[in-house]
């Protein structure tokens, strides 16, 4: 069954894992598509014809994003194995990515699950090489004039033989020893291994992550003028795309050591160090023209907790007046607008900071409300997180708790 996610499409699971397409994966699926189409197996088989050529692209086009596919089942996999949690997988444009619901804990966990995936693609290749070779048969092949081979292949070999180079070709390239490819987190590993610092390993593999990017963005600009580079050529739509790539990967690194950094500054902090409390309430008949006028004008507090008869109904926030009609105000009661307390979404006060701020950016909200017993003890907002997270300073260093 598909369901759709926000720009993505959820396919199904596999080995109870959800597996999801970003829309930005037609891109590389048609620029592969194409490429083989009207490049590279005409170029082998001149013979072909222009239907055949297309079939051959799309085929191997999809079994290229199945074997990206197998590529990041084997990161989930071998990670649960190691007491990592994986529920998602998503395949994008630059490749997939294995969703973690919790960082390794041991440096040899990490290593084995970063390696798996390059693994992976070494054995897809290597079987589909071999597969092709046994369908060519004996052959006497003439290094001089390798094209006389590629035009007695068949449809099948062909696409064989693509497939096998591409696929070690991609677990060279995630080898690189950049963070976040897997060469980045093996080195990561490594490092953390010797030194016992998670912290240290990362920073030191993110700016190895970084040095790679900007290789490929100065390789972009070289090819983008004329410049014939080594295994790359020459070209502008070749340079802008190694340096989109280049780009990427820059802030992937970047993003991946701030993430942890702000892991470290919020995992042993409870939501009930960070919450805005002494909340006013409102009654659920009010209207929503009072609540604007006599609340929302004249006070900072942007959530109202909505009750009824004394008890909690609902939760109601600025984003909610916003959809609401002006001129619909002064008749509407604050409890049609409300999200009801049975679909709020909350969190308890002994709750991890970071667990918080993932929610909020899983749910898209701005805040959410900290409940003991059915009672709205206060609000935890991005904004008291970040406000958190700007009084420590870059390195993350948690204040000593409250007497």
Do not use: K
């Not at 109870?16 to 994966?25: F, N, P, T």
């Not at 096998?164 to 963070?179: E, H, S, T």
């Not at 309430?281 to 909505?306: D, F, G, I, K």
């Amino acid at each position: 069954m598909q369901q759709r996610t926000g720009h993505r499409l959820r396919v199904g699971h596999i080995a109870g894992i959800a597996v999801e397409l970003d829309w930005s994966l037609l891109i590389i699926f048609t620029l592969i598509t194409v490429a083989l189409a009207i490049g590279l197996f005409p170029a082998w088989h001149p013979e072909w014809s222009a239907i055949t050529a297309w079939v051959a692209g799309l085929g191997a086009a999809t079994l290229f994003l199945l074997s990206v596919l197998a590529h990041e089942f084997a990161h989930a996999l071998v990670g649960r194995r190691r007491g990592i949690t994986i529920r998602q997988i998503t395949l994008f444009v630059f490749g997939g990515m294995a969703h973690m619901d919790n960082e390794p804990q041991r440096w040899r966990d990490e290593f084995w699950m970063a390696i798996a995936g390059p693994l992976a693609s070494l054995v897809i290749g290597a079987t589909c090489l071999l597969l092709a070779g046994v369908l060519i048969g004996p052959v006497e092949f003439d290094p001089e004039a390798p094209e006389a081979l590629l035009a007695e292949l068949g449809l099948v070999p062909s696409v064989l033989l693509w497939l096998g180079q591409i696929n070690i070709i991609l677990a060279i390239f995630n080898m690189v020893p950049g963070f976040p490819l897997d060469g980045g987190r093996v080195l990561r590993a490594l490092l953390w291994g010797m030194t016992g610092d998670m912290r240290r390993a990362t920073r030191w593999a993110s700016l190895g992550g970084q040095a790679f990017a900007w290789t490929l963005i100065g390789l972009g600009v070289a090819m983008a003028v004329g410049v014939q580079v080594p295994v790359f050529g020459a070209g502008l739509v070749g340079g802008l795309w190694l340096m989109f790539i280049g780009w990427f990967l820059n802030n992937a690194a970047l993003v991946s050591y701030r993430q942890l950094v702000t892991r470290d500054a919020l995992e042993s902090v409870p939501v009930s160090r960070l919450m805005c409390t002494g909340l006013e309430s409102v009654e659920a008949s009010l209207p929503v023209e009072r609540l604007v006028t006599q609340h929302l004008m004249h006070r900072e507090q942007r959530a109202y907790p909505v009750t009824d008869a004394g008890r909690l109904a609902g939760l109601v926030t600025l984003r909610d007046v916003r959809a609401l009609s002006s001129e619909r105000w002064p008749e509407t009661p604050v409890g049609q607008i409300m999200t009801p307390a049975e679909r709020l979404v909350s969190v308890a006060p002994e709750d991890d900071a970071f667990e918080v701020l993932s929610l909020l950016g899983q749910r898209n909200l701005n805040q959410v409300p900290v409940l003991a017993r059915d009672q709205v003890l206060g609000l935890v907002r991005r904004e008291d997180i970040v406000r958190w997270l700007a009084l420590l300073g870059d390195e993350g260093r948690s204040p000593p708790a409250d007497p």
